[in-house]
């Protein structure tokens, strides 16, 4: 019952005052909200990281930052960042950090960004790349890491097909396309057998230093399930990085606009 419950607002339990109601009972509720979240998501090439960021933007509202997308996007406007890039994308070996590291450091100081916080795709990718950002206090709250055994990787690499109009992640088999969007579909440049070995070489030998940084944020995730099943352990881990970060901001955003925001315990 509400009436028997104590009432605290939130500026006396130390958090900011939202302007919005908030009823928050003894029991958590779900939370969909994620405040200003900071996620990296790791894994090899074709362990599905862009297929699930497209699935936590839609659930999660987290500004989506690809630095591989980015950087085909460099190469595509013909920049000098991108006639850097090209070279080493093509032969699937890191980009030097010179070109990738103030361009990482750059988006995340934007303000979309620290709006509605970060879900950063690929990046770091070497102890350099971490250190980097570590120098600047930028530090994630969850770090997801796909695993897939290497032997699965290549079929999905050379199955993949991207719609440019949609920006939709397709595979041959895993993942047919509708037939209204096969004439238009794309195959990316470095989608081959040879260059997916390569690519995945590149990961293998730099995942553990990354990992070093962040093991006690990380959560690995099982990327061999079918991709329904790998979005269902990847909001497992969400929520409950949400309801640690801020339980109290989190189930304030949901709730209608108000005078007060207020906890009833
Ligand atoms: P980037 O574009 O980041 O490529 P990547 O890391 O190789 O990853 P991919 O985009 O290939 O795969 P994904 O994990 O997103 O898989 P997807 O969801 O598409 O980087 C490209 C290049 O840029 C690098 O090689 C490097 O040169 C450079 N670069 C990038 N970041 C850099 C950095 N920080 N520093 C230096 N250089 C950098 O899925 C793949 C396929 O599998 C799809 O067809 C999909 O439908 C299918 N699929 C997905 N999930 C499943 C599932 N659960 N079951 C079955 N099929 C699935």
Redesign the pocket.
Known sequence: MLAQQRVVTRRQQGGFHTGKACVRPTRRTAIKTTATLKVMIS?A???????QCAKIIDKYNLVHI????I?RDEVKNGTAAGKKAKD??DR????PDEV?VEMVKSRLAQDDVKKHGWLLD????SAS?AEAIEKEGIRPDLFLLIQVPDELLVE??V??RLDPVTGA???LK??PPPPEVIGRLQQRS?DTEDKCRV?VATHNANVGAVVGYYKDVMKEID?T???DA?FEDISAALDETVTKKDPLEAYCKDQPAADECRVYE
């Open positions: 894994g090439p074709a362990a599905g990281k862009g297929t690809s630095v591989g997308d950087l080493y994308m699937g070996v890191l980009v990738v690929g990046y770091p990718r790349q999905r690499v199955g993949r992640i397709y595979h895993y993942n470095d690519r990327g399930k079918s991709m790998v």
